[in-house]
């Protein structure tokens, strides 16, 4: 359904149950300090921190947490935080003032009175998505010598805003299960908003009954310097796989119909026929580009769940 008219079917549920509705932008403000953004390095593998800043205003947050001796002092002040989210993209922190509605609708509406400030900070920090806008450490890509050192626990900032020097030559693999034209907008306003130095090679593959043409379309957005089309076998096997060659047939017929970008972009357009083949590729193709301000290559692999599960076996096909 069409947004508008998912809205009106919720409101008229809610309103038929007897149900508060709440509009998550009266309720939290936010801001994406993307000058803010880090790499840790976690026992799980290398992440991206990105830090929000949230804003709840006062007459809520004494409807949660206050009592009779606060509103008759006036009331609580606003509830301003900051939170480091492993969750990265204005996206995810549109997601994560949901949360926090949800969270301040739970306490005051439902009953839920342990839910307090501190835990629902720490639940945002804690949260994470696998497979979303993740950078995959090399260990991940074992036995293929041909993509290069990995991340090394050295690296606290990301490149190309506050990094370490020797961070700045690397390469780094990112890894987003996006499928729709809806998720590759994200991840493409992403990608240029933490990497607007890199180079960036995309490695993509997709399930057959995709809206492909959209899809590359969005991904085209962040124009990438190359993009290499391969092959990844979708629930187990091959069959629902779209084949490499009709990857590039719609990304060749989205740049022609496509007027977000810029008609000066040139794209090196590549396949690949799997996904090993497809990152050595896209390591060997960035190798000889030269990012602005010794900014890092970025490699996006994307366009499926299922490209994410290859990237994270020890047998990647």
Same mark, same amino acid.
């Given at each position: 359904?069409?947004?508008?008219?998912?809205?009106?079917?919720?409101?008229?549920?809610?309103?038929?149950?007897?149900?508060?509705?709440?509009?998550?932008?009266? *309720?939290? /403000?936010? $801001?994406?300090?993307?000058?803010?953004? &880090?790499?840790? =390095? +976690?026992?799980?593998?290398?992440?991206?921190?990105?830090?929000?800043?949230?804003?709840?205003?006062?007459?809520?947050?004494?409807?949660?947490?206050?009592?009779?001796?606060?509103?008759?002092?006036?009331?609580?002040?606003?509830?301003?935080?900051?939170?480091?989210?492993?969750?990265?993209?204005?996206?995810?922190?549109?997601?994560?003032?949901?949360?926090?509605?949800?969270?301040?609708?739970?306490?005051?509406?439902?009953?839920?009175?342990?839910?307090?400030?501190?835990?629902?900070?720490?639940?945002?920090?804690?949260?994470?998505?696998?497979?979303?806008?993740?950078?995959?450490?090399?260990?991940?890509?074992?036995?293929?010598?041909?993509?290069?050192?990995?991340?090394?626990?050295?690296?606290?900032?990301?490149?190309?805003?506050?990094?370490?020097?020797?961070?700045?030559?690397?390469?780094?693999?990112? *890894?987003? /299960?996006? $499928?729709?034209?809806?998720?590759?907008? &994200?991840?493409? =306003? +992403?990608?240029?908003?933490?990497?607007?130095?890199?180079?960036?090679?995309?490695?993509?593959?997709?399930?057959?009954?995709?809206?492909?043409?959209?899809?590359?379309?969005?991904?085209?957005?962040?124009?990438?310097?190359?993009?290499?089309?391969?092959?990844?076998?979708?629930?187990?096997?091959?069959?629902?796989?779209?084949?490499?060659?009709?990857?590039?047939?719609?990304?060749?017929?989205?740049?022609?119909?496509?007027?977000?970008?810029?008609?000066?972009?040139?794209?090196?357009?590549?396949?690949?026929?799997?996904?090993?083949?497809?990152?050595?590729?896209?390591?060997?193709?960035?190798?000889?580009?030269?990012?602005?301000?010794?900014?890092?290559?970025?490699?996006?692999?994307?366009?499926?769940?299922?490209?994410?599960?290859?990237?994270?076996?020890?047998?990647?096909?």
């Amino acid at each position: 359904q069409g947004e508008g008219v998912a809205e009106a079917v919720v409101l008229m549920e809610a309103s038929e149950r007897r149900v508060k509705t709440y509009r998550v932008e009266a *309720v939290v /403000g936010y $801001h994406v300090e993307d000058e803010r953004a &880090c790499l840790k =390095e +976690t026992p799980g593998g290398v992440i991206i921190k990105n830090v929000v800043s949230f804003q709840v205003p006062g007459e809520l947050v004494d409807a949660c947490f206050g009592g009779p001796e606060t509103s008759a002092a006036g009331g609580l002040d606003a509830w301003e935080f900051d939170a480091s989210l492993s969750l990265v993209g204005r996206h995810q922190a549109s997601n994560a003032a949901t949360a926090i509605a949800s969270s301040l609708a739970l306490r005051s509406d439902a009953g839920y009175d342990r839910i307090s400030r501190a835990s629902i900070q720490t639940g945002l920090e804690m949260a994470s998505l696998p497979g979303r806008f993740q950078v995959v450490d090399d260990v991940h890509l074992d036995g293929m010598d041909e993509i290069g050192a990995g991340i090394g626990a050295q690296t606290d900032h990301i490149p190309g805003i506050s990094e370490p020097e020797e961070a700045r030559k690397r390469v780094l693999t990112i *890894v987003d /299960g996006a $499928h729709t034209k809806a998720s590759a907008r &994200c991840v493409a =306003e +992403t990608l240029r908003q933490l990497f607007p130095d890199s180079k960036l090679a995309v490695v993509m593959a997709m399930a057959a009954d995709k809206g492909h043409e959209g899809f590359c379309s969005e991904i085209q957005k962040a124009q990438p310097n190359v993009v290499v089309f391969t092959e990844t076998p979708i629930a187990g096997g091959q069959a629902r796989s779209a084949g490499p060659g009709a990857l590039a047939g719609a990304w060749r017929v989205a740049k022609m119909k496509n007027r977000s970008v810029d008609r000066t972009w040139r794209c090196r357009e590549l396949i690949q026929a799997n996904v090993r083949s497809a990152l050595a590729k896209a390591r060997h193709e960035l190798s000889g580009e030269a990012s602005a301000k010794d900014a890092p290559g970025i490699i996006l692999v994307c366009g499926s769940l299922s490209i994410f599960k290859s990237c994270m076996r020890k047998d990647v096909t």
